[in-house]
């Protein structure tokens, strides 16, 4: 008898979201040789040296996957300098983005599930290919 493959945990689907939705965000600002800006710090690199930052921090699920909420850092900023929210919102003003509005959006209580999960994996897939980004 065969066993039914086993359902991913929501854990892993969220840990898969996040690896797709960082791809998104990086490969959306990048140019067409695969080069990207840091949003604070105006470094360029290839996009598998970049990261996805977040002005509001992506422990805060109301915001983590919200693309008005991120942009691509390098490491020394992201990591080293805590995202450098300073410089990182007022880079979101000069875009016209609505940052009380993000900042309402961080209370946001909503159900995320298996269903959820997979939806929006499927969703950033579908923009990455799109894009002409190998997966």
Same mark, same amino acid.
């Given at each position: ?16 979201? !996040? ?11 990048? !140019? ?12 360029? #690199? +290839? ?7 977040? /002005?509001? +921090? ?26 450098? +929210? ?18 309402? !959006? ?9 269903? /959820? ?9 579908? #923009? ?8």
């Amino acid at each position: 008898m065969s066993e039914m493959p086993k359902e991913k945990t929501t854990a892993k689907l969220k840990k898969e979201l !996040d690896r797709i939705f960082s791809l998104f965000i990086r490969y959306k600002y990048a !140019d067409k040789n695969g080069y990207v800006r840091c949003y604070t710090c105006d470094t360029i #690199k +290839p996009v598998k040296e970049m990261q996805c930052g977040h /002005w509001i +921090p992506r422990n805060i699920l109301g915001t983590r996957f919200s693309e008005k909420n991120c942009r691509p850092q390098c490491v020394g900023c992201n990591m080293f300098n805590r995202g450098r +929210p300073d410089v990182f919102s007022v880079n979101l003003m000069k875009e016209k983005i609505d940052i009380v509005k993000l900042q309402q !959006d961080r209370y946001k209580v909503f159900k995320v599930d298996s269903t /959820w999960y997979e939806g929006q994996i499927q969703n950033y897939k579908a #923009k990455l290919l799109r894009m002409g980004v190998k997966i």
